[in-house]
């Protein structure tokens, strides 16, 4: 099991930048597909974008695509989620999560992560 550790939000006003990290414990990170998942208040949580295990392979919902990026160290156990271009309707807690397998047809759905981070929020201004 890995535990996840979230930083990186703050406020920002539209058209700026934020860089997300996620620091995990434990040997094992490199064995792990990393998501980044967000939920706005009254909304669902909503996956972001997933990376595989070296880092080559990457998948991104529809919504930020063109605009973040989502990257990993594992010599440093982070993956990082650059966002650029931020937008009002990006506003939403920010979190973390892993999986063992990567799997396209379940990459999207949050209950198919076995492990989450506590969240950072990023509020982007108009």
């Known amino acids: 099991q890995v535990q996840l550790v979230e930083s990186g939000g703050g406020l920002v006003q539209a058209g700026g930048s934020l860089r997300l990290s996620c620091a995990a414990s434990?040997?094992?990170?490199?064995?792990?597909?990393m998501g980044w998942f967000r939920q706005a208040p009254g909304k669902e949580r909503e996956f972001v974008a997933a990376?595989?295990?070296?880092?080559?392979?990457?998948y991104y919902a529809d919504s930020v695509k063109g605009r973040f990026t989502i990257s990993r160290d594992n010599a440093k156990n982070t993956v990082y989620l650059q966002m650029n271009s931020l937008k009002p309707e990006d506003t939403a807690v920010y979190y973390c999560?892993?999986?063992?397998?990567?799997?396209?047809?379940?990459?999207?759905?949050?209950?198919?992560?076995?492990?989450w981070g506590q969240g950072t929020q990023v509020t982007v201004s108009s």
């Open positions: 990376i595989g295990w070296s880092g080559t392979t990457s």
């Open positions: 999560a892993s999986r063992a397998h990567w799997t396209i047809a379940t990459m999207t759905r949050w209950n198919e992560y076995n492990n």
């Open positions: 434990g040997r094992t990170f490199s064995m792990y597909v």
